[in-house]
């Protein structure tokens, strides 16, 4: 999964990345008085999936 924060600056690529076998999200630059809400990271990651070996999968992850 790769992760930017300008979808302009990867809109040329977005049809390649998924056929050279990546993910991608565009997330925004947290402001500075974020807060953060880790149960929402949690639910963005398991969205997300894991890819790598299932022995080394985190816990809190189905």
Known sequence: ?????NYDEIRELTQHL?????GFSV?????????LDLDSFK??????GSSGEPGRKTGWMP
């Open 1 to 5: 999964m790769l992760i930017f924060d």
């Open 18 to 22: 998924p056929d050279a076998g990546y």
């Open 27 to 35: 997330l925004s630059q947290p402001e500075p008085s974020y807060e």
């Open 43 to 48: 639910a963005m990651f398991t969205d997300w």
